[in-house]
């Protein structure tokens, strides 16, 4: 089991930037997938982002891509989420998600249903 950390949260006008982090109790094997997944009330959780940590390979929401970076450091055990040209539509709680992959293969289209570990969660506000 993976413990996980949310901070950056905050409030931004919009076309601004915030850089989410995500802390894990350790380092991550290279068999795990580690995400980031947002929620408002109004919608179902959506995926955002995720990167394969056994090859680094990524992957983006259409609605983020171009816009999100999704990044780790592996000596800070640290997973980020560079976000720019904010919009008030990427208003929402966000949380960062794992799953090793023996137990699922990553991905986005299932509102985080494969990932079993989850973070608290960091509160993204953007105003027009």
């Known amino acids: 089991q993976v413990q996980l950390v949310e901070s950056g949260g905050g409030s931004v006008q919009a076309g601004g930037s915030l850089r989410l982090s995500c802390a894990t109790s350790?380092?991550?094997?290279?068999?795990?997938?580690l995400a980031w997944f947002r929620q408002t009330p109004a919608k179902q959780r959506e995926g955002v982002a995720f990167?394969?940590?056994?090859?680094?390979?990524?992957y983006y929401a259409e609605s983020v891509k171009g816009r999100f970076t999704i990044f780790r450091v592996n000596a800070k055990n640290t997973l980020y989420l560079q976000m720019n040209s904010l919009n008030p539509e990427d208003t929402a709680l966000y949380y960062c998600?794992?799953?090793?992959?023996?137990?699922?293969?990553?991905?986005?289209?299932?509102?985080?249903?494969?990932?079993?570990?989850w973070g608290q969660g960091t509160q993204v506000t953007v105003s027009s």
């Open positions: 998600a794992a799953v090793p992959n023996y137990l699922s293969s990553c991905g986005l289209n299932d509102g985080g249903a494969r990932y079993g570990d």
């Open positions: 350790g380092s991550i094997p290279s068999g795990y997938c």
């Open positions: 990167i394969w940590i056994g090859t680094g390979n990524t």
